[in-house]
């Protein structure tokens, strides 16, 4: 799968040409200042073809434009954020998650329970998958990232609940998830703090 990588200066002009509205161009300015040193990295309509083909679900367009205008950075390191914009069950137990992006399912038992919820992840909790973020792929104008554990959403599934029940919005968008981003662990052990 292709990504294309810049600079600090080229993410900036990919936000400014990209189609996203103020306030969404306004987080992903804000990620880049908080990590000006990093090569940052943008989707192409090719890894996101892949995405698609390989997980077998349809990514709402206007999640599409945020990808990409801005991914990450390179070498998706895992990250912490300093908050979620909404209240989860996660919330007052923030500090020890980290989150590693995983753009799409583990395995099959997972998508399988997962798509119950119409959840595609993002991003997990590094080495535990006690906490998902995830968009909605039932909804082309849903643009929230949501918050759950997989073990909930099998629970609801197994007690008969609606799978959606365990699913919290956490951030309004990808974007916004992004400005939250207050630390990078890289493999090596290398931590990055936020400006």
Same mark, same amino acid.
């Given at each position: 799968?292709?990504?294309?990588?810049?600079?600090?200066?080229?993410?900036?002009?990919?936000?400014?040409? #990209?189609?996203?509205?103020?306030? !969404?161009?306004?987080?992903?300015?804000?990620?880049?200042?908080?990590? =000006?040193?990093? @090569?940052?990295?943008?989707?192409?309509?090719?890894?996101?073809?892949?995405?698609?083909?390989?997980?077998?679900? +349809?990514? =709402? /367009?206007?999640?599409?434009?945020?990808?990409?205008?801005?991914?990450?950075?390179?070498?998706? =390191?895992?990250?912490? %954020?300093?908050?979620? +914009?909404?209240? +989860?069950?996660? @919330?007052? /137990?923030?500090?020890?998650?980290? &989150?590693?992006? +995983?753009?799409?399912?583990?395995?099959? !038992?997972?998508?399988?329970?997962?798509?119950?919820? /119409?959840?595609?992840? %993002?991003?997990?909790?590094?080495?535990?998958?006690?906490?998902?973020?995830?968009?909605?792929?039932?909804?082309? !104008?849903?643009?929230?990232?949501?918050?759950?554990?997989?073990?909930?959403?099998?629970?609801?599934?197994? $007690?008969?609940? #609606?799978?959606?029940?365990?699913?919290? =919005?956490?951030?309004?968008? &990808?974007?916004?998830?992004? $400005?939250?981003?207050?630390?990078?662990?890289?493999?090596?052990?290398?931590?990055?703090?936020?400006?």
């Amino acid at each position: 799968m292709t990504l294309t990588r810049g600079s600090g200066e080229d993410a900036l002009s990919w936000i400014r040409n #990209s189609e996203l509205n103020s306030e !969404q161009r306004a987080h992903l300015v804000a990620f880049v200042n908080r990590f =000006p040193s990093m @090569t940052f990295t943008k989707a192409n309509f090719e890894f996101l073809d892949s995405m698609e083909f390989e997980h077998q679900v +349809t990514i =709402p /367009n206007a999640v599409k434009k945020m990808f990409t205008a801005l991914l990450l950075v390179d070498d998706f =390191p895992e990250f912490r %954020v300093d908050d979620y +914009t909404y209240w +989860t069950p996660r @919330t007052d /137990n923030m500090h020890p998650i980290w &989150y590693a992006s +995983t753009w799409g399912y583990a395995n099959e !038992q997972e998508r399988n329970s997962f798509l119950q919820a /119409n959840m595609f992840p %993002v991003a997990q909790w590094a080495d535990t998958g006690l906490s998902s973020l995830a968009i909605n792929v039932s909804d082309g !104008q849903d643009t929230k990232i949501y918050e759950f554990t997989g073990e909930d959403i099998v629970d609801d599934i197994q $007690s008969n609940n #609606s799978p959606d029940s365990s699913v919290f =919005p956490a951030f309004t968008s &990808y974007t916004e998830l992004i $400005s939250h981003i207050s630390e990078l662990r890289f493999p090596d052990g290398t931590l990055i703090h936020a400006r």
